[in-house]
């Protein structure tokens, strides 16, 4: 609530202002009643035609400007609510751009986009109601029953009654509901979370032919959620019925008492009309209010769930030392090193050892799931390691500014990731002022100029979203000229030619190569032929460092690396060819 609270407090004077205006309507409708009397006891007790023109022009005038009063507050709820669901939402945005990679996987991607959309919607909603009833409503129902005593004390007795037993009810039903409706928003989660796998992997669902078990999983999600909206709809739906029923006996209760006064001659008739008006506004204003209280029981169970996102520190800072370049220290150096993830009770990584110095390719080998893609996270510092030490450029990489590590390592990872817009935009994110030469310099290493200037458009070639327009190894080519754009001190090639045949993936080896004498690159790949020319080797099993050296050295000393030479038949006489 502190949270939501400084957010409103940026608009001060609008939110202020919404309450405000509604009160003043609300104190000009407190008035119809009192002049409805006085045209049934006066205008037509009496017959006087003037009498009843005259206040039905009052009425006229009363409805007039408590409309424009209205409209005021509504115009002020809705600029409050949109202002501060907006500045929550880009703080919110903002806030997750700070994660690591370690909160990311915690949290979820679903988790995360419900928070930004339907939760901040559902907040931003019950504020802007809150400002247009929660002053309102109260101040027209305890408004109502003090104009109420004011026309007869005792006639107004079912008033003292009614009041408190209409509150119990409607803040007992809160309470019920309220929990109810966080395990709703909770179960919005795993129909968004099904939603997001079948959308993302709908070629899979589909080569498998999983489409019944898939409809049947999302049939049984959303049935849950359908069931539990059900549940605390039905408790929900209480509030109206059981604020009519006790409203309406309010209503028999003045009917008698009033009744009886006018038959003792203390109270007239246009007055009971009056207590029963005031007694329908009550009704009015509870049904509002009631109503309002479902709403902000939805808004507080999703403001609850967008405060455990703000909560979540970082377990990796933008601070610490700026990363230099030193050409006469290791690159990376990686010194018994250990990592965990998250919620996981056993190691990924363990007692990783090894150097590169600048302009030394390493690559990295090893079965799927050995931890290489782990392992190439830990470089740009996406991930810390658990134990152990990582040094950059000879420094401890947990005392360097991330931001500052990026600027010197560019990583290329297994899924090609292309954004929509223009080749040159996307490029540009290697490099934010990278000029048409160095783009196209960093196309030809990454051996896609040839498909670019087919498409006969050059850096204004469109990319739709996802690269739906390009073929994966268009893709993955267009990824690597990304990375290479920003000409990096250190590449990390994460399985990124998988897509690409084995004469185009040479081609771009022997270009990079070639083409980047200084750089200190790791090629992270299940081919033999895509790191056998590395200067060094280091193959991995299950986590674990089983192999470092050169293809010969491994070739004829390491088993496993034998194994997966013979697997790919590559043998020494491809050593010999090379």
Not at 36 to 42: G, L, R, S, T, Y
Not at 250 to 277: E, K, M, P, S, W
Request: net charge positive; aromatic share 8%.
């Amino acid at each position: 609530m502190n949270r939501l609270l400084s957010y409103v407090k940026t608009h001060l004077f609008i939110t202020v202002m919404a309450p405000l205006f509604k009160m003043l309507e609300a104190t000009f409708e407190l008035f119809v009643p009192l002049v409805v009397a006085k045209m049934i006891d006066v205008g037509i007790a009496q017959n006087d035609g003037p009498y009843l023109w005259k206040m039905g022009a009052l009425l006229i005038l009363l409805g007039i400007v408590g409309f424009g009063f209205a409209l005021t507050a509504q115009y002020f709820a809705a600029k409050s609510a949109i202002s501060v669901g907006m500045a929550m939402r880009s703080d919110l945005f903002a806030h997750i751009n700070t994660f690591s990679y370690r909160e990311i996987d915690t949290i979820g991607t679903s988790t995360m986009i419900n928070r930004m959309t339907n939760d901040i919607n559902q907040v931003q909603n019950g504020l802007n109601m809150f400002l247009r009833l929660f002053l309102r409503s109260p101040f027209v129902v305890f408004g109502a029953m003090i104009m109420a005593f004011t026309v007869n004390v005792k006639a107004a007795l079912p008033f003292a009654v009614t009041i408190p037993v209409l509150l119990i009810v409607v803040f007992a039903i809160m309470l019920v509901s309220m929990p109810l409706y966080k395990n709703v928003q909770k179960q919005l989660d795993k129909v968004l979370l099904s939603t997001r796998e079948n959308l993302l992997g709908i070629r899979v669902v589909r080569a498998f032919a999983r489409q019944k078990e898939e409809k049947e999983r999302f049939r049984q999600e959303t049935n849950d959620l359908y069931k539990k909206q059900i549940f605390v709809g039905k408790i929900s739906a209480l509030l109206n019925p059981l604020t009519y029923v006790i409203i309406n006996m309010g209503i028999i209760a003045v009917l008698y008492f009033g009744g009886r006064q006018v038959d003792g001659g203390y109270l007239t008739q246009g007055q009971v009309i009056a207590l029963i008006n005031y007694m329908s506004q009550i009704l009015i204003e509870l049904v509002k209010l009631a109503n309002l209280i479902i709403l902000m029981s939805r808004a507080l169970a999703s403001l609850a769930r967008v405060n455990t996102v703000f909560d979540v520190k970082p377990s990796i800072t933008d601070t610490g030392e700026e990363a230099v370049y030193e050409k006469n220290s290791p690159a990376v150096a990686f010194e018994d090193v250990g990592f965990t993830y998250a919620d996981s009770k056993e190691e990924t990584l363990h007692k990783i050892s090894f150097t590169v110095m600048p302009g030394e390719t390493i690559g990295i080998i090893g079965g799927t799931g050995s931890g290489k893609s782990t392992l190439a996270n830990l470089i740009p510092r996406f991930y810390d390691c658990t134990s152990g030490t990582i040094r950059l450029f000879g420094k401890d990489m947990k005392t360097l500014k991330p931001s500052s590590i990026r600027k010197h390592v560019s990583i290329v990872p297994q899924k090609a990731a292309v954004f929509s817009g223009t080749l040159k935009k996307n490029m540009q994110w290697g490099k934010r002022d990278a000029t048409d030469e160095e783009i196209y310099h960093a196309l030809d290493i990454a051996q896609a100029r040839e498909f670019v200037d087919s498409k006969k458009k050059g850096l204004d070639l469109f990319i739709n979203q996802g690269g739906s327009n390009l073929s994966g190894g268009q893709k993955q080519r267009l990824t690597i000229a990304r990375a290479l754009v920003g000409q990096p001190d250190i590449l990390i090639l994460d399985d990124s030619a998988s897509a690409l045949d084995f004469a185009t993936d040479a081609k771009l080896r022997k270009a990079i190569k070639e083409s980047t004498e200084n750089m200190t690159v790791f090629i992270i790949s299940q081919r033999v032929s895509a790191i056998r020319n590395a200067d060094h080797i280091l193959v991995m099993d299950d986590g674990y460092p089983v192999g470092y050296g050169t293809h010969r050295e491994l070739l004829s000393s390491n088993h496993i690396y034998q194994e997966i030479c013979s697997s790919q038949n590559v043998g020494k006489e491809i050593d010999a060819n090379a």
